[in-house]
């Protein structure tokens, strides 16, 4: 069965501070797709970043990256210089490809609640 | 591009008393989510939709909840009777086909409070 670990509960950082959302995952399959999703306290959760399974390259957008390790099964998430307005919960999730009869399930770990202090 | 649009947004009602909750996902998206989200943990999926079949609702306590989406446009879910441990923000969303990688958009959700 998928599961995902967000192994940090709360993160609390001064404004321009660099800060690491740690996520591990488990599955079975060797084709998957891997999210990060912001969840402001509006409520909506953002969709932020898609990664599939063959694709190890990292990724950064502005402020934001991300480094995916196949070997580890980890796909953190960094943003440098954080400001206030990152101050959400972050949620990463895995949506596997099970005998291509999977229809998109999303299994999100628990969330990762950051604080960004001015 | 209008969002996913829930409502309402907050509900409070006693135990043993029903509720429904309404979503209209973005205009042309195929699949149809719904989640519920516990304070403090991750949404978990309770049932899925693509256009008006229902393709996934495994995690659905089926003996309480129940969701229609009759014209494969917007859905209702329902809960009945409602128990304290429904207590939770329910959340919609909906992607344009219901494949692994497809983007899933959230609308804001409703919190519900059963006391």
């Known amino acids: 069965a998928q599961k995902v670990t967000q192994a940090q509960t709360e993160i609390s950082v001064v404004e321009k501070e660099d800060v690491t959302l740690d996520c591990v995952y488990e599955t079975r399959d060797t084709t998957y797709y891997l999210f990060w999703y912001k969840q402001p306290p509006s409520g909506e959760l953002v969709f932020l970043i898609r990664?599939?399974?063959?694709?190890?390259q990292n990724e950064i957008s502005g402020r934001y990256s991300w480094n995916f390790q196949k070997s580890t099964s980890s796909f953190n998430f960094t943003i440098t210089a954080s400001q206030v307005v990152d101050s959400a919960v972050y949620f990463c999730?895995?949506?596997?490809?099970?005998?291509?009869?999977?229809?998109?399930?999303?299994?999100f770990g628990q969330g990762t609640i950051l604080t960004v202090h001015p | 591009e209008a969002g996913v649009a829930q409502s309402p947004r907050y509900k409070i009602i006693e135990k043993r008393q029903s509720v429904a909750f309404w979503c209209n996902p973005i205009?042309?998206?195929?699949?149809l989510y719904w989640y519920q989200q516990i304070l403090g943990q991750g949404p978990k999926l309770l049932i899925q939709?693509?256009?008006?079949?229902?393709?996934?609702d495994s995690q659905l306590p089926k003996d309480r909840f129940s969701a229609e989406r009759l014209k494969g446009v917007d859905s209702t879910l329902k809960i009945q009777p409602a128990k304290l441990e429904d207590s939770a923000v329910y959340l919609c969303a909906s992607s344009p086909l219901g494949t692994p990688k497809n983007i899933q958009y959230f609308g804001a959700g409703t919190r519900l409070s059963v006391l």
């Open positions: 939709f693509q256009n008006n079949g229902v393709v996934d």
């Open positions: 205009s042309g998206h195929a699949t």
């Open positions: 999730a895995l949506s596997e490809v099970t005998g291509g009869t999977s229809y998109g399930k999303l299994t």
């Open positions: 990664r599939n399974s063959f694709d190890e």
